[in-house]
T-cell receptor, first 114, second 109 residues
Framework: DSGVTQTPKHLITATGQRVTLRCSPR?????VYWYQQSLDQGLQFLIQ???????AKGNILERFSAQQFPDLHSELNLSSLELGDSALYFC?????????????FGPGTRLTVT | GQNIDQPTEMTATEGAIVQINCTYQ??????LFWYQQHAGEAPTFLSY????GLEEKGRFSSFLSRSKGYSYLLLKELQMKDSASYLC??????????FGTGTSLTVIP
C-alpha cells in the first residue's frame, strides 16, 4: 500500500460526458502527479501540482483539467469524453523534502468510455 | 522531442541474472528512474540515478551513463515474482517525466 488513494476504482461513462477523478496523496507529500496509461501508449505524464500550484504540464489535452486543493487532495476533470480516453489514470505523490523525486503511485482509476 | 527506448519483452530463468537496457534522447536531463509494474497494478519505485555509475539495492542495481544516454536495470537471483513490466522514466527540466513503454519480463522455472 503506497498510501496514495484514488477514487473511484472503476468508471464507465458515455462519450460526450464529463467525469472527475479524485486523488489523496501520502501524508506530508506536497506534489501530486497525474498520468494516463493506455495499452498502446504506455504511461503518459499529464500534469503536476505542488502545494496547490501547477508546477509542470505534460501531454494533457485541453478537454482535461486538474486542481489541487488546500488539503492537498487533487482532482482530474475529463470532459467531452471520447472513446480514446478509455485508459487507466494514475495519481502519484512525492515527498516534500528537497531532491526527493521518488513517486508513490495510487491504485489507479480505470475509465471506460462507451 | 523526448525518446526513450526499451526492449518490449524479455525472458529469463529463475535464479539467473537479467539486464534490462534503456536508452534515451532527451533535452534537459535531470535523472532516470526505474519502476516495476505488475499486471493490473500501480508502478512501484525501484531506483533513481542522477549521476553516472551504479546504484545497488539488494537484488536490484541500476546503472547510468549520461554521456551515452544509457541505463540498465540488473536483477539478480531472479524469482518468479519478478515477472512484471519494468518501466524506465526520465525526469527533464521543468520537472516533466517521460516513461518508456516498458519491458515485460517473464521468469520461467
Amino acid at each position: 500500500d503506497s498510501g496514495v488513494t484514488q477514487t473511484p476504482k472503476h468508471l464507465i461513462t458515455a462519450t460526450g460526458q464529463r467525469v472527475t477523478l479524485r486523488c489523496s496523496p501520502r501524508s506530508g507529500d506536497l506534489s501530486v502527479y497525474w498520468y494516463q496509461q493506455s495499452l498502446d501508449q504506455g504511461l503518459q505524464f499529464l500534469i503536476q501540482y505542488y502545494n496547490g500550484e501547477e508546477r509542470a504540464k505534460g501531454n494533457i489535452l485541453e478537454r482535461f483539467s486538474a486542481q489541487q486543493f488546500p488539503d492537498l487532495h487533487s482532482e482530474l476533470n475529463l470532459s467531452s469524453l471520447e472513446l480514446g480516453d478509455s485508459a487507466l489514470y494514475f495519481c502519484a505523490s512525492s515527498g516534500s523534502t528537497s531532491g526527493s523525486y521518488e513517486q508513490y503511485f495510487g491504485p489507479g482509476t480505470r475509465l471506460t468510455v462507451t | 522531442g523526448q525518446n526513450i527506448d526499451q526492449p518490449t519483452e524479455m525472458t529469463a530463468t529463475e535464479g539467473a541474472i537479467v539486464q534490462i537496457n534503456c536508452t534515451y534522447q532527451t533535452s534537459g536531463f535531470n535523472g532516470l528512474f526505474w519502476y516495476q509494474q505488475h499486471a493490473g497494478e500501480a508502478p512501484t519505485f525501484l531506483s533513481y540515478n542522477v549521476l553516472d555509475g551504479l546504484e545497488e539495492k539488494g537484488r536490484f542495481s541500476s546503472f547510468l551513463s549520461r554521456s551515452k544516454g544509457y541505463s540498465y536495470l540488473l536483477l539478480k537471483e531472479l524469482q518468479m515474482k519478478d515477472s512484471a513490466s519494468y518501466l524506465c522514466a526520465v525526469r527533464v527540466s521543468g520537472n516533466q517525466f517521460y516513461f518508456g513503454t516498458g519491458t515485460s519480463l517473464t521468469v520461467i522455472p
